[in-house]
T-cell receptor, first 113, second 115 residues
Framework: TQLLEQSPQFLSIQEGENLTVYCNSS?????LQWYRQEPGEGPVLLVT?????EVKKLKRLTFQFGDARKDSSLHITAAQTGDTGLYLC?????????????FGRGTQLTVWP | DSGVTQTPKHLITATGQRVTLRCSPR?????VYWYQQSLDQGLQFLIQ???????AKGNILERFSAQQFPDLHSELNLSSLELGDSALYFC??????????????FGPGTRLLVL
């Protein structure tokens, strides 16, 4: 079973549209991270959210951490072709294994011109 | 460019063989992490080393082993390879031992194909 469930698995939209992807869990996390991965490359960290209810904006990307720290969302406004990629959410473990990151399966976003 | 380097970029080998993947962390980073990314399992944590010592272990098979050397580079050894070991293998590094305040920087990965 996956600790982090991401939806949708695939998303294909036109340039200029808005979209939201979700990351859900039954577990409470101390923080949650969002990464973007492009073909042939490793994941790149976009943002870390740590406080329940926190909202962070990165240009056209808005990240929200749920009040109960069990879920998160990523909203993209006016998507561009450069936003195409695999969006992954991840959460760190606790205690002695806090270096371990659990990843969701990701949302594959394709933005068409 | 994350500053993490991995070699080789691609590796094609046969079942039953043994391969070694190499990772050089960012300058100053003491932790190295290994992850496996496959279509059916997604990105899975394998193992972490911090300053030469094993720090955390994930779903790493007994046929796999890793080590971190005094110069902090790391190697992941995969032996008795099976078709199912075909995947992308990523190395990441961070300054400290990990946790919510740490950023892990990922390398470009090694794509392993077992035939």
């Amino acid at each position: 079973t996956q600790l982090l469930e991401q939806s949708p698995q695939f998303l294909s939209i036109q340039e200029g549209e808005n979209l939201t992807v979700y990351c859900n869990s039954s577990s409470v996390f101390s923080s949650l991270q969002w990464y973007r991965q492009e073909p042939g490359e490793g994941p790149v960290l976009l943002v870390t959210v740590v406080t329940g209810g926190e909202v962070k904006k990165l240009k056209r990307l808005t990240f929200q951490f749920g009040d109960a720290r069990k879920d998160s969302s990523l909203h993209i406004t006016a998507a561009q072709t450069g936003d195409t990629g695999l969006y992954l959410c991840a959460a760190p473990d606790r205690g002695s294994t806090l270096g371990r990151l659990y990843f969701g399966r990701g949302t594959q976003l394709t933005v068409w011109p | 460019d994350s500053g993490v380097t991995q070699t080789p970029k691609h590796l094609i080998t046969a079942t039953g063989q043994r391969v070694t993947l190499r990772c050089s962390p960012r300058s100053g980073d003491l932790s190295v992490y290994w992850y496996q990314q496959s279509l059916d399992q997604g990105l899975q944590f394998l193992i972490q080393y911090y300053n030469g010592e094993e720090r955390a272990k994930g779903n790493i098979l007994e046929r796999f082993s890793a080590q971190q050397f005094p110069d902090l580079h790391s190697e992941l050894n995969l032996s008795s390879l099976e078709l199912g070991d075909s995947a992308l293998y990523f190395c990441a590094s961070s300054v400290g031992v990990g946790g919510r305040w740490e950023t892990q920087y990922f390398g470009p990965g090694t794509r392993l194909l077992v035939l």
